[in-house]
């Protein structure tokens, strides 16, 4: 159930300062002073998300587009429940044909606890997946989809947003009142399974190095951009502060009609064109489909301020940028220097298109990348964006919040994994940031941007890893209307 966001900031923030006194009255003297470490640097996590907070006025926040309903349950058991064998033979695919595929595909990215999503184009495996699903004692249904996850969010936080998505009618009224819905009224919503797997997790010989997700889908709604035309007609009288761009990773892989995804796409640009002073954020997923990506390439992301991505789809979009192929899988745990420097080099290819570029586009001043160990943010000083600091301790806060389920933080349910000082970059005599407890977030200024970089307080005690970006992304924004 959603609340207003300010007294879910008070709370969240007040509890979590309990929690950190608590653990300290409680610890046991033989505990490794590891601990005292990690309750400071909560603390000063949580001092620095509360430096500023919102305005009386809530922001204005337009979200699209599309909607499903999650299913979430362990991966393993499911797999074992519908019969299928680990494989010996861990593969990629672009799309999922088969129960063999799914075998392969779960495998390639379970091992390394890298996050996926792919289309499963036969309709009869999905649907035993569904039922096999349905049968299991653990499993949870969610609104799901980018934009209602990121909706949720920001209304959470203190926003009033603009949804642009279809539901049916029991999933529309759990939605936060802080929420409007532009978008068709649907009976069926379409399902995504979400195989979630703790770190350690093991199928057959494979052992998963981190928690993370499996996500498959057979929807065939969203990637036509159903609700686009009502988002568009009531986005006219709502005057968004921020509009925000998710979930075009179900067109991935999908089989359109020759020329309908880029007629659906150069529609979305036409639309992100229309509103040159509202701030424009796109969020990045997992793609593999290079023509889809071509697509958005040149329609939608010259119209973007800001991306936000993970250590997966930083590469990837590099690579693209680049003249390469598609990267499917990356370093699951990278180091802040090679996150830094694959930012930096993605900031200055996106800008010189940007400054090549004849038609209507806008220049990158905000490019935000989510990793398990921390969070980093590049921003173009005088930009209209804020707060760059506090924006970057509240993306690390929540992702423990999300990934443990609560708004309160435990000391004792989290652990730090990045590095005790990083190198600002992978070149040779780079410069070398501690990470210091009382001031974790670290800030300096490089060429005509700053960049922050914040340790992620890692849950240890895993509720759900999916939409864990959707709610970094979100949280990080908020700040920064």
């Known amino acids: ?18 929690m950190v006194l608590l653990a300290y009255w409680f610890r046991s003297p033989g505990e490794s002073g590891l601990d005292n470490r990690l309750d400071t640097v909560l603390s000063s996590l949580l001092r620095a998300e509360s430096k500023v907070g ?10 699209g587009l599309g909607g499903c309903v999650d299913v979430i349950v362990d991966g393993v058991t499911l ?6 064998p680990p494989t010996g033979q861990p593969l990629h695919h672009d799309y999922i044909e088969n129960a063999d595929q799914l075998a392969q595909s779960f495998a390639y990215f379970f091992a390394p606890g890298a996050a996926s999503e792919r289309f499963v184009i036969n309709d009869t495996l999905f649907s035993q997946l569904v039922e096999a699903s349905r049968e299991l004692p653990d499993n949870r249904w969610a609104i799901g989809g980018n934009a209602p996850v990121m909706a949720g969010r920001m209304a959470t936080e203190g926003c009033d947003v603009l949804l642009g998505g279809s539901f049916s009618p029991d999933f ?7 929420i409007t819905v532009a978008g068709n009224v649907v009976e069926e919503p379409d399902i995504h399974l979400i195989l979630e797997y703790p770190s350690g997790a093991t199928w057959g010989q494979y052992t998963a190095r981190r928690a ?14 159903a609700s686009l035309q009502d988002f568009e007609v009531k986005l006219q009288d709502f005057h968004p502060d921020l509009l925000v761009v998710g979930g075009l990773q179900m067109m991935d892989s ?9 007629a659906l796409l150069s529609r979305l640009g036409s639309l992100l064109s229309s509103s040159p002073r509202t701030g424009v954020h796109f969020e990045m997923a997992s793609f593999v489909d290079e023509g889809l990506m071509g697509d958005l390439l040149r329609l939608v992301l010259p119209h973007a301020d800001s991306l936000g991505m993970n ?12 003249g390469s192929n598609i990267t499917v899988l990356s370093d699951p745990n990278p180091r802040v220097a090679t996150v830094l420097d694959q930012m930096r080099a993605l900031y200055r290819l996106v800008n010189q298109r940007y400054r090549d570029a004849n038609e209507d586009s806008r220049p990158l001043t905000r490019l935000h990348v989510h990793t398990l160990a921390f969070q980093a943010m590049i921003v173009t000083r005088g930009s209209q964006w804020k707060n760059t600091m506090s924006a970057v301790a509240k993306a690390s806060l929540t992702a423990n919040r999300h990934v443990c389920g609560s708004p309160d933080i435990d000391p004792s349910k989290a652990r730090l994994i990045m590095d005790e000082s990083f190198s600002v970059s992978s070149k040779e005599g780079s410069q070398r940031i501690p990470l210091e407890e009382t001031r974790p977030v670290s800030c300096w200024d490089e060429e005509d941007y700053e960049i922050c970089v914040a340790p992620v307080l890692v849950c240890t005690e895993v509720y ?3 939409g864990g970006g959707d709610n970094i992304s979100a949280a990080g924004l908020v700040l920064q209307i």
């Open 464 to 466: 759900q890893t999916a």
């Open 172 to 178: 529309a009224d759990i939605l936060s009142q802080h």
């Open 254 to 262: 999908f089989p359109f009609q020759r020329g309908e995804r880029e």
């Open 54 to 63: 919102m305005n009386n006025a809530r922001p204005r926040v337009a979200i």
């Open 212 to 225: 993370n997700r499996y996500i498959v889908h057979s929807d065939d709604h969203n990637p036509y951009l």
């Open 311 to 322: 250590e997966q789809e930083l590469p990837n979009l590099l690579s693209l940028l680049r």
């Open 1 to 18: 159930m959603c609340i207003d966001g300010f007294s879910f900031m008070k709370y969240g923030t007040a509890a979590s300062l309990a």
């Open 79 to 84: 797999l074992n429940k519908i019969g299928l």
